[in-house]
């Protein structure tokens, strides 16, 4: 299960539906992949104005004090779930502490995962059949993404440019973009022998959704006093997708192939 886009800490996080797409998840003994934009704390701009405002420590203090609360809040959300994180990457929302340390790197210590930095590929490999065979493997890549796409093809778009760059891959996993919408692509593999075969791989391109609403009825008068539209809003882009992917890897055993099919559930 892909996990991204949640932008805790915003007023239009639906927080309650992340824990119970969370909640499914652990029932049915899923493995997560982070996808970043897990807090709502900083944007790259807002992260430049920061270190370059000269505050007193205690301001810088007093920052990282809320900042790690609303950590701890998201850790909450997700406790139970350590180990089983193939892997975290960093989105464009997250807070960078004066000790180079940021809120998606402590994230993902708490969660027993390593951290991928800003794209990352991670291998699954399976059991061999009870008989032998081959191990049957897994690849999949993941990036948080970037730039912008107003369609709902716009990221399956950026995705299909990668299939070619990195041929080996099972599953290419973006986030940014909150839509939840996925391809599968089947590919024909020659096998010469004394039987000449062709296999079908199946690949998937997967935009993961998120959990942070586009449009909320009367947002911003907590802050403004009076409605006012976040960026999704003001920009006039689609609803977003509010849920995240379920991928099924099923590993296949037979007398003339082991391979791994898979599916995906929007």
Not at 111 to 119: I, M, N, Q, V
Not at 161 to 189: E, N, Q, W
Not at 194 to 213: D, E, H, S, V
Not at 222 to 237: A, D, I, L, Q, S
Request: glycine share 12%; with cysteine; proline share 5%.
């Amino acid at each position: 299960m892909p996990i991204g886009d949640i932008q805790y800490g915003s007023e239009s996080c639906a927080f309650d539906k992340f824990k119970r797409h969370m909640e499914w998840g652990v029932k049915h003994n899923a493995y997560f992949i982070g996808l970043g934009d897990y807090l709502d704390v900083a944007s790259p701009s807002g992260r430049s104005k920061i270190r370059n405002a000269d505050f007193y420590d205690s301001v810088h203090d007093a920052i990282e004090d809320r900042v790690r609360q609303q950590l701890e809040d998201f850790y909450a959300a997700v406790k139970g779930t350590e180990g089983r994180w193939l892997g975290l990457v960093h989105g464009h929302h997250y807070y960078e502490f004066l000790d180079g340390t940021t809120t998606d790197i402590l994230l993902a210590q708490r969660l027993r995962a390593p951290y991928l930095g800003t794209c990352g590929i991670i291998q699954v490999k399976f059991k061999r059949a009870t008989n032998g065979g081959t191990q049957p493997c897994m690849q999949i890549w993941v990036h948080h993404g970037q730039g912008s796409g107003m369609t709902m093809a716009a990221p399956l778009n950026k995705l299909e440019k990668m299939l070619s760059r990195f041929p080996t891959i099972d599953i290419f996993l973006l986030g940014h973009y909150s839509r939840k919408v996925a391809y599968p692509v089947d590919a024909l593999v020659p096998v010469f022998g004394t039987k000449p075969k062709l296999i079908a791989k199946r690949r998937i391109l997967a935009c993961t959704g998120g959990f942070a609403r586009g449009y909320t009825v009367g947002a911003g008068t907590k802050r403004y006093g009076h409605p006012r539209g976040g960026y999704v809003e003001t920009g006039m882009y689609a609803p977003t997708n509010l849920g995240g992917l379920v991928i099924r890897a099923r590993p296949v055993h037979s007398a003339s192939e082991d391979r791994i099919d898979l599916s995906v559930e929007q």
